[in-house]
């Protein structure tokens, strides 16, 4: 009888820990009633304004103007069984092509995953960021920093206007667009007041 016990446990730790694999570095789809999930936005504490530009520049390893080719789906981290439910956090993974590095030197030859913190819950009945999802098919000027872990993760966002293809972000790039002047200005002044002191490399970086 003890030993039978035992094997359910066993068993149960099993099934559980194959359960928590299966979230754990993979990339789950979206659902298919993705469009009508809740939205539930959470509340931040930053270190300084995410909305200055300036300091923005200096607290990121990377600034890129990019075109975002496609949303893969939600990556969770810190997957566990909590009272047995299945929690993890979530980040949402989009493919994007660089077209012009302002700040560092990531790949412009290949897309390239960034992660988003936020997204579809685990239990897959809402979404849960504390800024909106980015939207495919539009271009952005992308905050980036690299992490430990190698994944490259996106700070803040700002859509470049009238740029849904790949070719508008490449036209508004190669006419030095205005509305981009004042990220490149931000670089070159950039204030480095919170700048982490470490850079982590990554695979996606040129050289």
Do not use: W
Not at 67 to 75: A, D, W
């Amino acid at each position: 009888m003890i030993v039978s016990v035992v094997s359910f446990f066993a068993y149960k730790q099993i099934a559980t820990n194959k359960l928590i694999g299966s979230y754990t570095d993979s990339i789950i789809e979206f659902p298919e009633n993705f469009y009508e999930l809740p939205v539930y936005m959470q509340d931040a504490a930053y270190a300084f304004d995410p909305d200055d530009k300036y300091l923005m520049s200096g607290f990121s390893d990377y600034i890129v103007i990019a075109y975002l080719n496609e949303i893969k789906g939600t990556v969770y981290q810190n997957v566990r069984m909590d009272e047995g439910d299945l929690k993890g956090t979530p980040y949402t993974c989009y493919e994007m092509r660089i077209v012009r590095n302002i700040k560092g030197s990531l790949r412009t030859d290949c897309d390239i995953p960034v992660l988003q913190y936020g997204g579809v819950t685990i239990d897959g009945k809402s979404i849960e960021c504390i800024t909106g999802l980015l939207d495919d098919n539009k271009s952005y000027v992308l905050y980036l920093s690299s992490a430990a872990d190698e994944n490259i993760y996106l700070n803040k966002a700002y859509e470049v206007p009238g740029a849904e293809t790949i070719d508008g972000c490449q036209k508004a790039v190669a006419e030095n667009d205005g509305f981009l002047l004042e990220f490149y200005d931000a670089f070159s002044n950039e204030k480095k007041d919170f700048a982490p002191n470490t850079h982590y490399s990554t695979p996606y970086e040129e050289g």
